[in-house]
């Protein structure tokens, strides 16, 4: 993987709000519902959600600065790790304070080797999973520090930063105890133009003059794919249409969310002559205050 500060555009010293602002526009820009069929925009895609999976987590992005973990978020070897054994490998002199087992392995020597028993470690690991993925539910392929893949579910309604544990699939045990755990983050991308609050899904969309004096029927994108939406008559700016059960399942509580659409009304690009001329006319025998009726003045 690339530096991921390259792939988005930003220098090292930006901040989290210039990271979020540029992964917003490679995401519009490059979101495969806007984009059908293109594999090489699809790539893209994926390389800034990885990108921006990496620097909009602290932790990691201060890890990736000192160079701990690679552009992936994979562990780099430890160099004070790999001096420690190439020097007992070249004169068997191993100092055991410095060995990363001594707190496990210490007590064995001690006691000639017998009674040992020690859980295993827990491993960190971590997936990007796009937004309508983490909403509606998704599976994942995931490579162990064993060696070992497996399919992670990511259930419907995941978090951004949720944590998953996965029993007994991080490091062996000593002594016959048990393994670790495997602790998965998942972190989700943002959507160009869904919002989550909760359960329920927040979308701004853009009507034009004619839909909002008029009424009409439009299309309007959902989490599990389009669907045709009334605009009464007549709308106006901030209006909010509500559509049930349209939002985030939450399985704990066998509820469903809604989706919010706020209409929008949006003046033509280039206003024409006779549009100008006819407000002209009706704005003298038509004047009302929005202001004062806002309460502003």
């Avoid at 599990?224 to 985030?248: C, E, I, Y």
Wanted: proline share 6%.
């Amino acid at each position: 993987m690339r530096d991921p500060y390259q792939i988005l555009g930003v220098g090292r010293s930006a901040s989290a709000e210039d990271i979020k602002q540029a992964y917003r526009r490679l995401a519009k820009q490059y979101h495969p519902d806007l984009n059908p069929g293109r594999a090489d925009i699809e790539l893209k895609f994926k390389e800034a959600n990885g990108a921006y999976s990496l620097l909009s987590d602290p932790d990691k992005r201060a890890r990736y600065d000192r160079g701990e973990i690679d552009a992936s978020g994979a562990e780099r070897p430890d160099r004070s790790f790999r001096r420690a054994y190439a020097g007992a490998g070249r004169s068997g002199d191993f100092d055991y304070e410095d060995d990363p087992f001594a707190d496990i392995f210490g007590a064995a020597r001690k006691r000639g080797g017998s009674g040992v028993k020690a859980r295993g470690s827990d491993v960190a690991y971590s997936v990007t999973v796009p937004f309508t993925e983490a909403c509606l539910g998704a599976k994942r392929r995931l490579s162990l520090s064993t060696g070992k893949s497996i399919d992670i579910n990511i259930p419907p309604g995941t978090q951004d930063q949720q944590k998953l544990r996965l029993k007994g699939q991080g490091l062996a045990g000593l002594g016959g105890a048990g393994a670790g755990d495997a602790i998965v983050e998942v972190h989700v991308t943002p959507h160009p133009y869904f919002v989550r609050r909760e359960d329920d899904i927040h979308l701004d969309v853009p009507i034009t003059l004619q839909e909002a004096l008029l009424g009409a029927t439009i299309k309007v994108p959902t989490l599990d794919g389009a669907v045709q939406v009334k605009v009464p008559k007549p709308a106006n700016s901030g209006t909010t249409l509500r559509l049930k059960g349209k939002g985030v399942a939450n399985p704990e509580r066998g509820t469903q969310g809604d989706q919010y659409v706020k209409l929008t009304v949006v003046l033509p690009d280039r206003p024409d002559a006779e549009l100008q001329a006819f407000i002209e006319k009706w704005g003298k025998t038509h004047e009302y205050d929005v202001r004062r009726k806002a309460g502003l003045i």
